[in-house]
């Protein structure tokens, strides 16, 4: 029976099952490296990195090596036909199949994996979509904690630096507070969680963001408003009363993060010094037990001085980027059965089809790449209705909604809108923008009932 094809573009695409099979899997390669040739011969993997990259394409090119398959390496797309204008969505239709049996695609375009999934005949992991998701760095990083630590679930792990632009701490965020574990934000004056991020946790995962008294981090979280992060209900958060915030008195997990400069916008400055780990940092009680940990690349974040630190495994967790993602192309490649259910499919977009692109992020594939992309929303309430881009989970902002059956305009609060599918939904920014389109306010009488409710 053929397999049905799957990718690799958020770290929501694998069940809580399927990772901890991962990580069996990745258990075995780790411990035998060099015995599993046969597992994947004649099959060609192809890296097309439109941004640098040494770890996460290396370990791919080594993972798919050892696996006993091939690679074609795309390392530098300026070099490629995107130079003259190709889309991506032609560019994954002409490597995939024929030329490859999956693809492991970077690009700085956040929803371009989900993009290019859309048009791919083979698998697609993201590698890196902009600032979105990083979710084979998550499956690294998850897999460093089930080795170091045994568990994940009830661990405490501090993410440090820059919060706002590090798609590797999103994913990580989002597949921490699957697993149940809780989180302490540190970050680097004005470079805080966005809002986003914090609202999905929140409504996906029951996640609640209370203040943290980080004074027992010593000098890395001096300059910082801590936040933490926690799937504890609210009525034992409500046993605390402290007005710093929760205490955060152990740590498990150290996560450092550079500064993303390359995604900053020009008035996105560092206005404070950067958080440093040190023999000083690491001296402080609550660290006694952590693990510090780094995607890396690395800059003046992390001393060299603390390498030879037991802690720090940072170098280590680039090692075992190779077993988790032999496991993964094994996966999806079909070759290795993982014996659990798969994750259940993820909400279909809703193409816009009336008005213009209603997504806010300029960073977006459906702003960047306007060919072979249609704009398209996922719903994330009904009242006040309220949306998503299904390419980068950016919410979307208006301040009017129409049907465009009826050609009536509605406050986003209006209980008419339960009423209208989806794929009649037209955002508006303004009145303006509205009445421009065609689209009329709804009239009511006087006692309040619609006069043009929207049809289905």
């Known amino acids: ?45 192809a890296s097309l990195f439109y941004e640098p990259s040494t770890r996460t394409r290396l370990s791919f090119e080594s993972a798919m090596l050892r696996l006993g398959g091939g690679v074609l390496t795309a390392a530098e797309m300026k070099q490629s036909s995107a130079s003259k204008g190709e889309s991506l969505a032609d560019t994954v239709r002409v490597v995939g199949g024929a030329y490859s049996d999956v693809i492991v695609l970077r690009h700085p375009s956040e929803g371009a994996a989900r993009l290019a999934a859309q048009y791919s005949p083979v698998p697609v992991i993201n590698a890196g979509d902009g600032a979105h998701e990083h979710p084979t760095q998550t499956l690294c990083d998850l897999y460093n904690l089930h080795v170091e630590r045994g568990h994940i679930e009830g661990l405490d792990v501090v993410l440090a630096g820059d919060l ?16 149940g574990a809780n989180i302490v934000c540190v970050p680097q004056a004005g470079f805080e969680m966005p809002d986003y991020v914090l609202r999905r946790l929140r409504e996906e995962f029951g996640v609640e963001p209370i203040r943290a008294d980080a004074r027992r981090l010593g000098n890395l979280a001096s300059d910082s408003d801590a936040v933490y992060l926690t799937p504890q209900k609210p009525h034992q958060l409500s046993l605390f009363t402290d007005a710093r915030g929760w205490e955060v008195e152990h740590v498990d997990a150290l996560y450092m993060t550079r500064p993303q400069t390359e995604r900053h916008a020009g008035a996105d400055t560092l206005k404070a010094e950067y958080p440093r780990l040190g023999k000083r940092s690491m001296a402080v009680e609550s660290l006694r037990d ?37 496991a993964i192309l094994g996966m999806l490649l079909g070759r290795s059965d993982l014996g659990v259910e798969p994750a259940p499919p993820g909400a279909e977009g809703i193409a816009v089809r009336v008005g213009g692109n209603p997504c806010p992020n300029p960073a977006c594939i459906s702003r960047t790449e306007t060919r072979h992309v249609t704009p398209a929303f996922t719903l994330a309430g009904r009242v006040p209705l309220r949306a998503h881009c299904a390419y980068c989970s950016r919410e979307l902002t208006f301040d009017w909604v129409g049907c465009s059956t009826s050609r009536h305009y509605h406050a986003p609060s209006a209980g008419d809108l339960r009423r209208v599918r989806p794929e009649h939904l037209v955002f508006f920014p303004d009145r303006e923008a509205a009445e421009a389109a065609g689209f009329e306010p709804v009239a009511r009488s006087r006692d309040g009932v619609s006069s043009g409710s929207p049809r289905a």
């Open 1 to 45: 029976m053929t397999q049905a094809l799957r990718h690799l573009v958020s770290i929501d695409d694998f069940s809580v099952e399927e990772i901890r099979a991962l990580f069996e899997k990745a258990d075995h390669f780790a411990e035998h490296p060099r015995a599993h040739a046969d597992l994947c011969p004649g099959m060609i993997s």
């Open 164 to 179: 706002k632009y590090s798609r590797t701490v999103h994913s990580f965020a989002y597949a921490l507070a699957r697993f």
């Open 290 to 326: 952590a693990v510090v940990m780094h995607p890396l690349p690395r800059r003046d974040e992390i001393d060299s001085e603390i390498d030879s630190d037991p802690r720090s495994i940072y170098f280590k967790q680039a090692a075992r980027g190779v077993p988790i993602r032999m």
